[in-house]
Structures are given as C-alpha cells and as structure tokens.
C-alpha cells in the first residue's frame, strides 16, 4: 500500500498519465505512439516504466492490440482525474490571463439544453460576459462518468433514480411532463382533442429504445388498446425531432417546456392530447463534497433563477 501510495502521490509525472489515457483510448501502442507523437517503442518502454513502479502488469498485449487490467482500468481512471484537474487549471488560469472572468463546463440532456441551459447561460453572461461555458450534451450514461473523473463541473437534466449515488448531490429544479407536437398545419394541429388513435396512425418521432421514455409511451397505445405506430424514426435529438416533424409531418414527443419554447417560435404545434407518462424531474447533479468554482457557483444560481420561472409558468398554457 505504502509503494503504491508513493507512486501515485510522487513517482507518475504528467507525460505517464497521458500516455496512460492514450493507451486506454486506442487500445494499441501503434495508434497511441502516433497520437502522442513519438515512437511506438518509447510508448513501450514507458509503459514498462510504469509497470515496474507499481509492480503489476497495467495493460495486457496481444496481437489484436492492448487491453487495462482491472489495476490498469483503476489507474487509468486516476490518470483521466489528474487530467481533468489540470485542464481545468489550466483552462481558469488562461481566463484570467486573457481578460475573461471564468470558465465552467456543463453535462445536459436535450430536455434541459433549449430552455433551461440556454436561459440561465444568456443570465449569467448579462452577468459575466466573458465567462465561457463549454456543454457536453448527452445521456446520464455518457456524462456521469465524466462528472465523476472531474472533466465537467455540473450536470443538468433528469434526474433519473436508477442512477442515484452516494458520491452524487442532487437538487430537483421543476417538474416537466410530456407532450405531443405536430407541424403547426398538420391536421391534428387544429383540433381540440386528439386521440391516441389518431398519433398512431401518423409517422411518429420516438426517443431509441434502450431509453426508458420509449416504454412509457409505447404502454400509453398500449394502454388505449392500440399498437404503437408502424412508421417511426428513433432519436433522442430534438433536430432530428424538428426536421422529421417539418419534413415528414410526423408526430413527436418533447418536455413541456421544450414543446412550448419551439412552438412559440412557429416551428411546431402542441397536440391537444394527454401524455400522462411519470417523469422525473429536471435538476442538477455535483459530485458531493466537491467545493464548486465560483463560475460554476454563479451558473448555479442563474440555472435556479430560471428554474423557478419555469415552475411558476409550469401550470399555464401557451397563447
């Protein structure tokens, strides 16, 4: 325990890491050589290198290339948070070189990006206008390992309870069901009750299905005595959703919000159809006990600021 303490506390210098990184993310010495610009020797001496301060084997080699070992996977994970912690140093030291105030990166989901993101970061640049803000946009299963290995700052989105942690803080900003949305000269578009019936028989744009959204919709037609729709697109992202709805005059399923924000600008129609699918809310995950910086503090607040306008126009219709 003491050596490996040692090791990674003093002996593993900034070029082992990255070469560590590489090597998990090319799984070959050949490809992580060239990716880090030196010879696929010098990549093998310095993993060796690194092999004999820990005095285990990190990556196994085979002739189809290089694979971690459970030690190897481990050290690789501190090698990305090492990583991560000097980007961002980096990243906030320049900032401040350059003129800009701070600099802050953000995990979101598409039901939280159009209307939540997007208005809390056009507050905090009222705010801090030369803040930067990077945004990472993706599922729970993509961004909370990048939360964790400390590449981003703040996760925003569902907050799904099958991913529930004790190394995880969450805070529920407002509830944001779902809706149905039509090109506003579909047909469906103009009347003042649809039915499940008749979304079925249209083209629909339905999230893939591995998402746990889809199966809540398909239980609805199923639930009304139907089958889901035949003629279907399977996507998660609202351009797609946009495009097929403008191109195909499909049928789509937004949040709430995100339904209203587009409609608003004409692009789509909110259905007059109920979508009673339980959801869970849209909030905010940190890692617990990590002190944020205090440009992720000030994007935090402005993300609440704009939350609790959501929730208090959450039971009003759009005009």
């Keep these: 325990?003491?050596?490996?303490?040692?090791?990674?506390?003093?002996?593993?210098?900034?070029r082992h890491l990255q070469m560590l990184v590489a090597l998990d993310q090319f799984r070959h010495l050949g490809r992580a050589a060239e990716f880090l610009s030196v010879t696929q020797p010098a990549v093998s001496k310095t993993l060796a290198e690194i092999e004999r301060m820990f005095g285990l084997p990190l990556f196994e080699r085979s002739t189809r290339g290089t694979e971690p070992?459970?030690?190897?996977?481990?050290?690789?994970?501190?090698?990305?948070?090492?990583?991560a912690g000097y980007d961002r140093t980096r990243d906030e030291i320049a900032a401040e070189a350059s003129g800009a105030v701070g600099r802050t990166s953000v995990g979101?989901?598409?039901?939280?990006?159009?209307?939540l993101l997007a208005q809390a970061v056009e507050l905090l640049k009222a705010r801090s206008r030369r803040t930067t803000v990077l945004i990472d946009e993706g599922d729970l299963t993509r961004l909370l390992p990048k939360l964790r290995l400390g590449e981003l700052d703040l996760f925003v989105g569902r907050l799904e309870p099958g991913y529930a942690s004790p190394d995880l803080e969450t805070e529920a900003l407002y509830g944001?069901?779902?809706?149905?949305v039509a090109h506003p000269t579909h047909p469906l578009a103009r009347k003042r009750k649809v039915g499940w019936a008749e979304v079925a028989a249209q083209p629909c744009v339905l999230p893939?299905?591995?998402?746990?959204?889809?199966?809540?919709?398909?239980?609805?037609?199923?639930?009304?005595?139907l089958?889901?729709?035949?003629?279907?697109i399977e996507s998660a992202s609202f351009l797609s959703q946009i495009s097929f709805v403008q191109q195909r005059g499909a049928v789509?399923?937004?949040?709430?919000?995100?339904?209203?924000h587009y409609a608003a600008q004409g692009l789509v129609?909110?259905?007059?159809?109920?979508?009673?699918?339980?959801?869970?809310?849209?909030?905010?995950?940190t890692l617990r006990g990590q002190r944020p910086t205090p440009t992720t503090g000030l994007l935090v607040e402005c993300l609440r600021e704009v939350a609790a306008g959501i929730q208090g126009k959450g039971t009003r219709r759009p005009r």
């Design 69 to 83: 070992t459970a030690a190897g996977a481990s050290v690789v994970r501190f090698a990305r948070s090492v990583l």
């Design 1 to 14: 325990m003491a050596k490996i303490d040692r090791v990674l506390r003093s002996n593993l210098k900034l």
């Design 269 to 285: 129609a909110v259905l007059a159809l109920p979508v009673p699918v339980d959801l869970p809310p849209v909030g905010l995950i």
């Design 208 to 225: 893939p299905p591995w998402a746990s959204l889809r199966v809540k919709l398909e239980q609805q037609f199923f639930a009304h005595g």
């Design 252 to 260: 789509a399923f937004m949040a709430r919000t995100v339904g209203r």
């Design 108 to 115: 979101a989901m598409v039901a939280a990006t159009p209307v």
């Design 176 to 180: 944001d069901p779902m809706v149905a």
């Design 227 to 232: 089958h889901p729709p035949q003629d279907i």
